[in-house]
């Protein structure tokens, strides 16, 4: 997931601060999500989906995005 979320933020021209204010989280608690991989919760992954105009099927994929 975190190669996709940081490949979106960054298309979307967002800081890891601006992503986090947008969701509703603090930035420390968005950068563990991004960097150390861990599991968000459910309404976390949807609201990073919905600032990400996404899924969060597309961003748990393990594909890489194009």
Do not use: W
């Amino acid at each position: 997931m975190n190669d996709n979320l940081k490949k979106l933020r960054l298309t979307y021209g967002l800081t890891q601060s601006q992503i986090a204010y947008k969701i509703g989280t603090c930035e420390r608690h968005y950068r563990r999500i991004e960097k150390e991989n861990l599991d968000p919760r459910t309404s976390i992954s949807l609201a990073i989906a919905k600032a990400l105009n996404t899924t969060v099927e597309e961003l748990f994929s393990n594909d890489k995005l194009r």
